[in-house]
């Protein structure tokens, strides 16, 4: 076939060389414009066919593609992947027909040319095919659980490092064998290069196999002004979007050297957790007067508790025959263990906190800030928004009703509290004068 065709090409270039000297170019003239014919052809037949795949196999391909029911042959529409392997055509064409000219040297010079847009070209099919599969990749479930986008991104550097090499190879017309074997004295200068690219390959590989980090988890990362959502993970990067809406880019491998919070679990547990303290003043805190346990027992929440309370506290007195006429002998209540039972019974009434989780009322070691008092318990909603409605809910029921204990909540004095007490101090003195 080759043969035949190089047969043509010889009558093609007798024709035009005869047809030139007939109008009174030399041999050398006519040589020249025979090329020069045989290229201007080549390169019409070249924008012929690009504008016939362009606009005619192009839309046909595009209906056929948009009315079936498939979705990936839409996402190698959208990547280009078809445009672009239409594109190879027109060097395809000119690789065939360089055989038009009589100088091999310059055929293969030529072909040489038309490879390397070829591979060039090729490099662009793969990339776009490469994005092609992450898309449909991320149309699965499993692709929040083990996103490949670092995996692909590999792939292209292989195969761009690869067609580098052939291009240079076919240009210099040597094997790409031998200069591959010359990449080994490079390697220093590959890792200096990919430096980054390396650590985030081996990082994607720990993130994904351990299952630290997945596309749409919420993480904390206050190092890189991170704290929201993963949108994307690539081979060197992952873009959270914080809840202001910016996008932070944190280097892969930050996040295996350094550490970050990942709040999926409690997303999974379903519940989020509140552990807040309230402080007492120490001051405020006493034994329950009768008058305080009967205004008690109207409580609802403390009904029962008061009732048992009052029993188990008598029987132990008589028991023990203790002489309760001082209140340092013997057992009684406070105000400050009745106000945790009260605290322990309103959240474990409240529709906002799951009960099948832990709920606790608790005290803590006292500072100098006074006493604290611990909530702790989980929400039945991980939705922030609902999560911080119920925790206010919980701590403005909290605030209220301290005071009705007898009890006082314990704040850092303010200009306005000095002012008052100097102004007490100076109102005392002036009363005291004139007595």
């Known amino acids: 076939m080759n043969f035949i065709l190089w047969e043509d090409s010889k009558d093609m270039l007798d024709l035009l060389r005869t047809y030139f000297k007939n109008y009174g170019a030399n041999k050398g003239i006519a040589e020249i414009l025979a090329a020069l014919a045989i290229t201007f052809f080549l390169l019409l037949i070249s924008i012929l066919a690009h504008?016939?795949?362009?606009?005619?196999?192009?839309?046909?391909?595009?209906?056929?593609i948009k009315n079936n029911k498939l979705a990936w042959d839409d996402i190698l529409l959208e990547r280009k992947v078809i445009q672009r392997v239409l594109m190879m055509v027109p060097g395809i064409i000119i690789y065939s027909a360089a055989i038009l000219y009589e100088n091999k040297e310059l055929i293969e010079v030529i072909q040489r040319l038309a490879t390397t847009y070829v591979l060039i070209i090729m490099f662009f099919v793969i990339s776009s095919v490469l994005n092609a599969i992450d898309d449909i990749y991320r149309t699965k479930p499993i692709s929040k659980l083990r996103p490949i986008k670092?995996?692909?991104?590999?792939?292209?550097?292989?195969?761009?490092?690869?067609?580098?090499?052939?291009?240079?190879?076919?240009?210099?017309?040597?094997?790409?064998?031998?200069?591959l074997s010359s990449i080994g004295a490079l390697t220093a200068v590959f890792s200096f290069v990919f430096k980054?690219?390396?650590?985030?390959?081996?990082?994607?590989?720990?993130?994904?196999?351990?299952?630290?980090?997945?596309?749409?988890?919420?993480?904390?990362?206050?190092?890189?002004?991170?704290?929201?959502?993963?949108?994307?993970?690539?081979?060197?990067t992952v873009k959270v979007q914080n809840f202001d809406k910016t996008i932070v880019t944190i280097p892969a491998y930050a996040l295996i050297s350094d550490s970050f919070k990942n709040w999926r679990g409690m997303q999974q547990f379903g519940g989020r957790r509140i552990k807040?303290?309230?402080?007492?003043?120490?001051?405020?805190?006493?034994?329950?007067?009768?008058?305080?346990?009967?205004?008690?027992?109207?409580?609802?929440?403390?009904?029962?508790?008061?009732?048992?309370?009052?029993?188990?506290?008598?029987?132990?007195?008589?028991?023990?025959?203790?002489?309760?006429?001082?209140?340092?002998?013997?057992?009684?209540?406070?105000?400050?263990?009745?106000?945790?039972?009260?605290?322990?019974?309103y959240i474990n009434n409240h529709p906002g906190i799951n009960q099948e989780k832990i709920t606790m009322v608790r005290q803590l070691a006292p500072d100098e800030k006074g006493l604290p008092l611990e909530i702790y318990g989980f929400?039945?909603?991980?939705?922030?928004?609902?999560?911080?409605?119920?925790?206010?809910?919980?701590?403005d029921h909290i605030f209220a009703v301290a005071g009705e204990f007898g009890l006082r909540i314990y704040q850092k004095p303010s200009g306005y509290d000095i002012r008052n007490a100097t102004c007490n101090d100076n109102l005392n003195d002036i009363n005291k004068k004139v007595n």
């Not at 929440?301 to 001082?326: A, C, F, G, R």
């Open 150 to 179: 670092g995996f692909l991104q590999v792939v292209k550097i292989i195969a761009y490092i690869v067609n580098v090499i052939i291009i240079i190879a076919n240009l210099l017309d040597k094997s790409p064998l031998l200069l």
């Open 51 to 64: 504008f016939i795949l362009k606009k005619v196999i192009l839309r046909i391909v595009t209906k056929i």
């Open 276 to 345: 807040r303290s309230i402080y007492i003043d120490v001051n405020t805190i006493c034994f329950c007067t009768p008058e305080m346990i009967e205004k008690f027992k109207k409580i609802h929440y403390l009904e029962e508790y008061i009732s048992e309370k009052e029993k188990e506290i008598e029987e132990y007195n008589i028991k023990n025959n203790i002489d309760t006429n001082q209140k340092i002998n013997g057992r009684r209540m406070t105000n400050i263990g009745t106000f945790r039972v009260y605290l322990q019974n």
């Open 379 to 395: 929400t039945k909603d991980t939705i922030w928004v609902n999560y911080e409605r119920v925790q206010a809910d919980i701590f």
């Open 196 to 236: 980054d690219s390396i650590l985030g390959f081996i990082a994607g590989i720990q993130l994904t196999s351990n299952d630290m980090l997945r596309i749409g988890d919420w993480i904390d990362m206050p190092k890189y002004g991170a704290d929201g959502d993963v949108i994307d993970i690539t081979l060197n």
